[in-house]
């Protein structure tokens, strides 16, 4: 793992926090360091704070992704504007946390990424809590034999090159925007509760007051929005997301 955050305090005591939970932990101070130690040693996954002096994390995110590095990125981030999350979601980062932070929310998050990007074979599947008011027996299940495509309302998902399309429009996706619109694709029509999305693609509920969905929703309709079309991700109130085409 790499680790990139200026304030030295911080820095070291989380380096310490990952060691003791089990990460070979590579700690820096800057940008510049980062992105040198990430091309000598590729690390399975960056941890970076946003606001570093010279290059920040955003910028760094930014040349990785523009090299094809598709290692998971978690973002540290005192700003909480939502603005400030989605930026980070631009530049290409999976993840983020907002300081001040428990250490325990980024152990979560962190496994949650490399649950992720682990090889299908070493991925197990995880079982899934039925939405409020649609029984377990209807909710998508993942196949024991591997998809290749998945079809819904106008989209078209390629499971294997991790690609989507709607209509005839391409869209350039995160590793957790395709995987958020391949649980909505899968369960078209139905009402996915907040708890059941992100146990499906955090592996973790972090509470009623985290805006995490709600940021990456909203992303992701950015995306798949075009005027004089449909909405597509619609919000149930109090319950959480669905996607149809009216």
Known sequence: MLLAEDDRAIRHALERA???????VTAVADGVEALAQAHR?????????????GIDGLQVCR??????????????????ETADRIAGLDAGADDYVV?????????????ALLRRTAPDE??????????????ASHLAKEPAVPERQLTAAGLRMDL?????????????????????LELLVRNAGIVLDHSTIYDRIW???????????AVYVGYLRRKLDEPGASQLIHTVRGVGYVLRED
């Open 203 to 213: 592996g973790y509920d972090f509470g009623p007051g985290s805006k995490n969905l």
């Open 160 to 180: 294997q090159a991790r690609r989507v399309w709607r209509g005839t429009r391409e869209l350039e996706l995160t590793r957790t925007e395709f995987e958020l």
């Open 99 to 111: 300081k001040p932070f428990d250490v325990e929310e980024v152990f979560a998050r962190l496994r």
């Open 122 to 135: 070493q991925r197990p599947l995880r079982s899934v809590a039925a939405p409020t008011g649609v029984p």
């Open 41 to 53: 040693t590729p690390p399975d996954v960056l941890v970076l704070d946003v606001m570093m002096p």
């Open 18 to 24: 990952l060691t003791l939970e089990g990460y070979r």
């Open 63 to 80: 040349v990785l992704r523009a090299e094809g590095n598709r290692t998971p990125i978690l973002m540290l981030t005192a700003l909480v």
